[in-house]
Every structure is written in C-alpha cells, then in structure tokens.
C-alpha cells in the first residue's frame, strides 16, 4: 500500500483504510496532536508510520519528535551526485531533478 501511495494509485480499499487513520478529519492535524497520538500507540505496544503529505511537514513533526526526547539535533548538509546506474529511459526524468535542485 505505502508504494502504491508513493506513487498516487491507491485503490479504493487502501483509500479507505487510509480515511480510518485520521488523526482528525475536519481539519489538518496540529504537531501536538500527532506527536501526543504517535507516542500513545507506542505506549500501546503499536509501531505507527506517519505519512505526511510535504517534506516541510514532516521536518516540523521530527523536530517535535526529537525536542519531546532532548536529543540535541544535527544539520548535515549533503551533496547529491549522480552516480550510480541509471537506466537510459529514465535518464533525462533524473537529470532534470538534478538540475532544479
């Protein structure tokens, strides 16, 4: 299901599987509330996954995360290099995400 989500075809079933899940349904979930919701089920014994539609998003929930605990945390800056294999037909679609970053 997370594959099929990465790449935007769920079918019906995993949507709704997805709609049980909310945190809260009428309005986007506040930091507090997903950090306190995370940290209950893992206090029931459960291992949580939360899916957070935008990278700014998630840096804000990991941030909480990582304050709740006192790790003191570490920027590293990383460079992206393209060299690995790249299958030629895919080529182009990665050189131009290369490009805009």
């Not at 989500?5 to 019906?12: A, M, T, W």
């Not at 949507?15 to 349904?25: A, P």
């Not at 986007?28 to 935008?54: F, K």
């Amino acid at each position: 299901m997370l594959s099929s989500l990465r790449v935007g075809r769920l079918i019906d079933e995993h949507y709704s599987l997805l709609e049980t899940r909310f945190i809260t349904h009428s309005q986007r979930a506040t930091v507090q509330s997903i950090c306190h919701t995370y940290n209950r089920l893992v206090d029931e014994g459960q291992s949580p996954l939360i899916l957070m539609p935008r990278t700014i998003l998630r840096d804000e929930i990991n941030g909480a995360m990582l304050n709740q605990i006192g790790t003191h945390i570490h920027s590293l800056t990383a460079v992206d290099t393209l060299d690995t294999i790249v299958d030629r037909q895919l080529m182009k679609k990665v050189q131009q995400a290369y490009d805009k970053s």
